[in-house]
Nanobody
Framework: QVQLVESGGGLVQAGGSLRPSCAAS????????MGWFRQAPGKEREFVAT????????FYADSVKGRFTISRDNPKNSVYLQMDSLKPEDTAVYYC?????????????????WGQGTQVTVSS
């Protein structure tokens, strides 16, 4: 079992930056692929980014490519999402996810573990 706890969301103006983080409970965190999904009010949950266990492979949704960067620190059991040039349409609850094997195009049903989410609000 892997428990995931997100933090670092908040309110920011358009064009600003935030860096949510996710702490994992398990020492074998380094063997899991990690990712982020988000869900805006009234919309379906959507994929944002994913990173392999080593950090050597990453994949992003087209809507965030070039603005968001996913990274991880295995000794700290943590994964991060650096969000720059934020837009009002980035407003959503952001969820940290984990699965055993890296998958660049997996959907939400393919991830085994989910955090409780952290709210990100971008004002115009």
């Amino acid at each position: 079992q892997v428990q995931l706890v997100e933090s670092g969301g908040g309110l920011v103006q358009a064009g600003g930056s935030l860096r949510p983080s996710c702490a994992a409970s398990r020492r074998t965190f380094s063997t899991y692929a990690m990712g982020w999904f988000r869900q805006a009010p009234g919309k379906e949950r959507e994929f944002v980014a994913t990173i392999s266990w080593s950090g050597g492979s990453t994949f992003y949704a087209d809507s965030v490519k070039g603005r968001f960067t996913i990274s991880r620190d295995n000794p700290k059991n943590s994964v991060y999402l650096q969000m720059d040039s934020l837009k009002p349409e980035d407003t959503a609850v952001y969820y940290c996810v984990a699965r055993r094997n890296y998958c660049s195009r997996c959907g939400e049903g393919d991830y085994d573990y989910w955090g409780q989410g952290t709210q990100v609000t971008v004002s115009s």
